[in-house]
């Protein structure tokens, strides 16, 4: 396995925004999944946004409009910006890596995870 490293969590008021990123290696064979995933406190863990290598990306409900997630293949790094930012977006946020195609981000499919990074959004 190998571990991703996530950075740029922190604090920022309702409304705000950030951007986080990831060092996040490709497979050498395709398909395969890059996601951002989230867990709050007392909460499961949910999946957040993906993308699917080659293909589209595919986000949760409660942030499409307002995240985006993409990837620079040349440095390797996966970002997810974050806009419009609510109090509910508070939690631990990682990266993760799985073969095949996101199909869902079912979390127990991803089997290469960071080590987290916080968001904490203030109303």
């Known amino acids: 396995q190998v571990s991703l490293a996530e950075s740029g969590g922190g604090s920022v008021q309702a409304g705000g925004s950030l951007r986080l990123s990831c060092y996040a290696p490709?497979?050498?064979?395709?398909?395969?999944?890059l996601g951002w995933f989230r867990q709050a406190p007392g909460k499961e863990r949910e999946g957040v946004a993906g993308i699917n290598l080659p293909g589209t990306t595919t986000y949760a409900d409660s942030v499409k409009g307002r995240f985006t997630i993409s990837r620079d293949s040349a440095t390797n790094t996966l970002y997810l910006q974050m806009t419009s930012l609510k109090p509910e977006d508070t939690a631990m946020y990682y990266c993760a890596r799985r073969r095949g195609y996101c199909s869902g981000l079912t979390s127990a499919l991803f089997g290469d995870w960071g080590q987290g990074t916080q968001v904490t959004v203030s109303s």
């Open positions: 490709g497979y050498t064979y395709l398909p395969y999944c």
